[in-house]
């Protein structure tokens, strides 16, 4: 095994390896959790760019362990699989910064980022996976890994969201499995393979095909937050911010839709799953939980629950970038995968950066809330607009190609759903914008934390403020190389509709 066969494996172990240091860590060993935690980031990040530069000139990084007779763990690095790896290592860097200020001071902390790192460490081996085994491996590890996090608390709502999510993720996975082992006994194989590995079966497996296509987008479709299989998610509120953050942006949610993606395009193959007649339900689908999650956002006056019912919309943009089945719509699917994570995370920091500060939870209580807290509210203000759809936020150029191409793939109908969309994000952000910029705060506010002259503590307030910066410049700098719309079109164009 040369060095570049161990690379993805040891990006892995970058986060794994202090995760379970920080496992045994007193308490009071606050600068060597430090250290651990933002090492291990770093180095996952070196690792992560190393790889992206060896991908784009053709090099091959794969892993392979024996697991099984005739069944392999499989790490390998493709240009989809880094698109998703490099969103995790960057805000996973980010979100510790800001995990950390969030629980100054609070207890089982060691316990808090022993966990955060094997959520992270799931998430990377979930975008690693060279085949659908090592996928579901990394994916229920996923679930595991993240319950602690949201239970973090231990209050009774907390303990009651947890047992939500469990239902809901432990049957998804149990319908992924189900789909996975039907898919081996009639393949003999789980390997991704770009455009797919399922166009030489006979056409009598098709029905087989069919059900199974069904089985694996529903176990997916759970974190994914496809209606009506979302309930988990406006529940799991109640966890820290650094956790919200960690599921909307890089971890559950994200976790799902890049397994749709996966299934539909290195499973089925794209023009393989059009044929059996699955993509349109799947569009269908889609569409439904964008409007739905947006009608949802609307009545929901808690901050963080609104935020929840927009990525439940959000989220289902890559599904239906990919359902559309057109290079143009699929560009737009997949760079969605870090532009809503960019967008999102911002949001969450500044929803928990209100409640740490303020006291703020409701959308109720934001009143005048920018001149309190300007950079705060500077940074949702980015975030906002990106998920409204306004340039030059990263929302637009997702929204932008998803309208091409479906414009390109005869599809103008999601040209309504997009609009009504738009429209939706903008009746529920923007009176959040207006009462926090241009309305007189009511009173005291609920419970206020001074931070001498600043707007509030620096580990707080500079994680917003990047990952604003990082939205807007992917959308003004969206043809540079290596943007993310680029390496969205590296993928569409390499590994899914070359010709």
Known sequence: MNWDNWIPLLVVASSLLPGLIIFGLPEDKVRLRTSLNLTGALVKLILVGWMIWGVYNQYHFETRLPLLPDLELVLRAGPLSLFFVSLSSVLWLVTTVYAIGYLEGSPHRSRFF???????????????????????????????????????????????????YLRYTMLGGALLLLGTVWLYSLTGTLEFTPRGFLAELDEQHHPALIIIFILLIAGLGVKAALVPL??????????????SALLHAVAVVKAGAFGIVRVVYEVFGIEFAAGLGVTRPLAWLAA????????????????????????????????????????????????????????????????????????????????????????????????????????????????????FGALDAGQSWVLIVLA?????????????????????PQGPWPEEHHFGH???AWALLLPPVFTAVLALAAGLLATLPFSPLEWAKLISIREFYQP
């Open 114 to 164: 022993g966990f955060f790192s094997l959520c992270v460490t799931a998430t990377v081996g979930v975008a690693l996976a060279g085949n659908l085994i090592t996928f579901l491996i990394f994916y229920e590890l996923l679930t595991l890994s993240t319950y602690p996090l949201l239970v973090h608390r231990g209050t009774e709502v907390a303990r009651h969201a947890g047992k939500i």
């Open 230 to 243: 979302h309930g988990w998610l406006p529940q799991a509120m109640v966890a820290p911010a650094p956790v």
């Open 288 to 403: 439904f939980t964008i409007i739905y999650g947006s009608l949802r956002a609307l009545y929901q006056d808690d901050l963080k629950r609104r935020l929840a019912f927009s990525t439940v919309s959000q989220v289902s943009y890559i599904a239906l970038g990919v359902a559309i089945a057109g290079p143009i719509a699929t560009i737009g699917g997949v760079v969605h995968l870090v532009h809503q994570g960019l967008m999102k995370i911002t949001l969450f920091f500044c929803a928990g950066n209100l409640a740490e500060t303020l006291g703020i939870h409701k959308v109720s209580e934001m009143n005048g809330v920018g001149r309190r807290m300007p950079w705060t509210m500077a940074a949702f203000t980015v975030g906002a607009f990106g998920m409204i759809g306004a340039p030059p936020v990263a929302g637009f150029i997702s929204k932008w190609y998803l309208g």
């Open 454 to 456: 600043k707007e509030t």
């Open 420 to 440: 009504g969309s738009s429209l939706l994000n903008a009746a529920y952000f923007l009176p959040i914008l207006h009462a926090a910029w241009f309305r007189k």
